[in-house]
């Protein structure tokens, strides 16, 4: 470095370009990354380089060269160039290279069951570094990231996870270990899905699972009303109905009997997973009738055969009715001010129609008598 800048300010003084230089990509120059060099000789042709990289590596055949080194210290670079007139000269400059390397360890990465907390042990090589770690889970009950040195996670669910530590230092350096299927907590795992969020009771909801039958032996759904199911046929859909109205959070427990090789015995595991929805049951009396407010007409209500649907001057874009255990038996799409839904061959009783308009929803109950 020191000889490139004299040599610029001997050009300045003379007001001649210098015969041969090179640069160095910016700093910082860190162990694990690519540095690149290149010829800046401009006086004369050169038709070939030999690049020695200070650590008995070299490279030839090109202006531009990269290199990667392994261990800190202070390296002299040099290039002999050999220019068209069979002439040559070399050029030389000293690099500083800062070592920092990412690595860590774990004092127990396999557990049968959930939960597991791990305790890491950072083993980088580097001077003042600053941590940024990824758990890899991304269920779970506490942040899966952390910028402490030897932090601890809790695992909270079954499943194969890759750990990513990435150190940086003062200088601008750093280096990132990822260790994939890092940790591995047995026991089952699975999520559970139902067609319906909402509706007026009774209303029969249909669950359905994503689980691995392999992995569990027992199944529980808690539907949130005080009432649950168990089943060992895992996967196989499970329907039940709601009779009281309200906001439910329904939750499934999986259960699977694994061997501890730490403890030497059969345990017991058992996960539970959320939704993140809810159900949400009306009464259907709460609904108010047609014919007590706002511009939309129903006639006639109750009705045999048709219902007519009339929203004075904004259109009706949709309509759905359902029937008391929340199944759409029509739905039409109309983008009219006014519609006729027929009826003629549903049974008697209550039903819920539901309106998209240009502005708004409307719900209301309508009558089917025969």
């Known amino acids: 470095m020191k000889k490139l800048i004299l040599f610029n300010f001997i050009s300045l003084l ?9 640069t160095i990509s ?38 531009i060269a990269t290199h990667t080194y392994l261990n800190s210290g202070t390296y002299v670079v040099s290039c ?38 791990c305790k890491f042990s950072d083993a980088s090589i580097g001077d003042s570094l600053m941590y940024q770690w990824n758990f890899g889970d991304t269920l779970q009950y506490e942040t899966n990231i952390s910028t402490d040195k030897d932090p601890s996670h809790l695992y909270a669910f079954a499943g194969h996870y890759d750990v990513t530590l990435i150190v940086s230092d003062k200088n601008g350096c750093s280096d990132t270990m990822v260790k994939e299927n890092y940790i591995h907590v ?8 139902f067609d319906t969020l909402s509706g007026y009771i009774p209303l029969k ?10 992995n569990t032996d027992t199944l529980l759904l808690f539907y949130g009303d005080g009432t649950h199911d168990m089943t060992t046929f895992i996967g196989a859909p499970i329907a039940h109905t709601y009779i009281k109205p309200g906001k ?10 694994d ?26 009396n709460d609904i108010r009738s047609i014919n007590q407010e706002g511009k939309l007409q129903i006639y006639p ?48 009783g209550i039903y819920v129609v539901k309106i998209n308009t240009a502005s708004e929803v409307l719900v209301r109950k309508v009558q089917v008598v025969k």
Not at 186 to 193: I, L, M, Q, R, V
Not at 205 to 214: I, Q
């Open 26 to 63: 910016p700093a910082p120059w860190c162990t694990s990354s690519t540095i690149t060099f290149t010829d800046t000789t401009t006086e004369k042709t050169v038709i070939d380089w030999l690049w020695y990289f200070g650590d008995d590596s070299t490279f030839s055949g090109a202006a």
């Open 205 to 214: 909801v249909f669950f359905s699972f994503d689980v691995d039958p392999a």
């Open 301 to 348: 209500n109750p009705s045999q055969h048709q219902f007519i649907f009339n929203n004075g001057q904004e259109l009706i874009k949709e309509v759905a009715l359902y029937d008391v255990i929340g199944k759409k038996v029509r739905y039409l799409t109309v983008n009219a001010f006014s519609t006729i839904v027929d009826v003629s061959d549903l049974p008697n």
């Open 259 to 284: 061997y501890d090789s730490l403890s030497h015995q059969i345990e017991k595991c058992m996960t539970c997973f959320r939704s993140t929805d809810s159900i949400v049951i009306h009464n259907i």
């Open 14 to 22: 003379t007001g001649k370009l210098m015969a041969a230089g090179f």
């Open 186 to 193: 047995g026991g089952p795992y699975g999520k559970f899905y």
């Open 248 to 257: 439910y959070a329904p939750y499934m427990c999986l259960i699977k009997w």
């Open 80 to 117: 002999k160039l050999t220019y068209s007139d069979n002439s040559t000269d070399s050029i030389s400059q000293e690099i500083t290279v800062f070592g920092i390397y990412a690595d860590f360890t774990a004092e127990n990465t396999y557990k049968a069951c959930p939960e597991m907390r």
